[in-house]
């Protein structure tokens, strides 16, 4: 088992940026990610991260966040700079086993408004 916890949500203006946090409770993960659900969208991939050091963005984040692992301190932090209002979701961390089971963090919230 394996508990994720986020934080670093919270309310920024247009071309804001924010630093999101997930705290493991365990280090062996084969991926690591971060996605999003906006009000009434499913929910989607930002960005994922594996454990030879691979990533991916989504292409509506690409240039603007990066993700990063911090392999000591059992966290994983999403930098998110030019924040736009359609960034405005609950983001949620997910860790994946290297038999492909998931663990989702609880959330934490991004707004992005005047």
């Known amino acids: 088992q394996a508990q994720l916890v986020e934080s670093g949500g919270g309310l920024v203006q247009p071309g804001g940026s924010l630093r999101l946090s997930c705290v493991a409770s365990?280090?062996?993960?084969?991926?690591m990610a971060w996605n999003r659900q906006a009000p009434g969208k499913q929910r989607e991939m930002v960005a994922s991260l594996t454990r030879n050091g691979s990533t991916d963005y989504a292409d509506s984040v690409k240039g603007r966040f990066t993700i990063s692992r911090d392999y000591a301190k059992n966290t994983l932090y999403l930098e998110m700079n030019d924040l736009k209002p359609e960034d405005t979701a609950v983001y949620y961390c997910?860790?994946?086993?290297?038999?492909?089971?998931?663990?989702w963090g609880q959330g934490t919230r991004v707004t992005v408004s005047e």
């Open positions: 997910q860790a994946r086993s290297a038999y492909g089971y998931d663990w």
């Open positions: 365990r280090s062996i993960f084969s991926m």
